[in-house]
């Protein structure tokens, strides 16, 4: 179990658990946390669950792979420490992660 930390683009924090294997997508969902779209439902088919992980964690979370540096082409905003949260796999290493939702998604 993992605790990871969303802030929204208006500085709303939503701190939730998240199960080991879950994405940080998935447990956005779970949680109601908003700005989380995930049209695709985590297919790393659309660019709707963009997120900017916290520079501290950038390390540990990992760079993306070229299928998500793809559609992230599509993303609205992007930046050096953005991620599609569909392809960020929770461990108890994420424990403590925080990620930024972006005003909105693609």
């Keep these: 179990m993992a605790k990871i930390t969303y802030i929204t683009h208006d500085e ?13 997508m998935e447990t956005a969902i779970k949680n109601s946390v908003p700005g989380i779209e995930a049209e695709c439902g ?10 900017y992980v916290d520079d ?6 990992g760079s993306p792979e070229a299928m998500e540096e ?3 082409d599509f993303a609205w905003e992007v930046q050096p420490n953005s991620r599609l949260s569909c392809q960020i796999k929770v ?16």
Aim: hydrophobic letters at 45%; proline letters at 2%; charged letters at 20%.
């Design 12 to 24: 709303n924090s939503f701190e939730v658990e998240a199960a080991n294997g879950a994405t940080v």
């Design 70 to 72: 793809d559609m992230l």
């Design 56 to 61: 501290a964690w950038k390390e540990t979370v």
């Design 42 to 51: 985590g297919a790393c088919a659309c660019a709707t669950c963009h997120v």
């Design 91 to 106: 461990s108890d290493a994420l424990d403590g992660l925080i990620v930024r939702v972006p005003e909105k998604q693609a």
